[in-house]
Nanobody, 121 residues
Framework: QVQLVDSGGGSVQVGGSLRLSCAAS????????WGWFRQAPGRERKWVAT??????YYADSVKGRFTISQDNAENALTLQMNNLKLEDTAMYYC????????????????WGQGTQVTVSS
């Protein structure tokens, strides 16, 4: 059993930075899919970034601005978000699953509780 706890959200102005963390209790293998989704009010939840087997993948909307990394010693996942835009405002969720299809279809077995990111002008 894995429990994920998200933290690090907050309010920033356009162009600012935030660093999200996802602490995992329980084992997440390096070959598992571990990453971030976000959901803006009234919108569907969307995939943001994933790391699997040491390789990172990003949605086009965040590529070049966000960096996902995994700290194996701490069993934690981070998302460094730079040059934030208004459209980055959302609740951000950490998720993990062993299945590619489950993960990318937003049906991961494990989810964090979410952390709110608000970007203002």
């Amino acid at each position: 059993q894995v429990q994920l706890v998200d933290s690090g959200g907050g309010s920033v102005q356009v162009g600012g930075s935030l660093r999200l963390s996802c602490a995992a209790s329980g084992y997440i293998d390096s070959t598992d899919y571990w990453g971030w989704f976000r959901q803006a009010p009234g919108r569907e939840r969307k995939w943001v970034a994933t790391i699997v087997s040491g390789t990172a993948y990003y949605a086009d909307s965040v590529k070049g601005r966000f960096t996902i990394s995994q700290d194996n010693a701490e069993n934690a996942l981070t998302l460094q978000m730079n040059n934030l835009k208004l459209e980055d405002t959302a609740m951000y969720y950490c998720a993990s699953d062993t299945s590619f299809s489950s993960f990318y279809n937003g049906a991961s077995r494990y989810w964090g509780q979410g952390t709110q990111v608000t970007v203002s002008s």
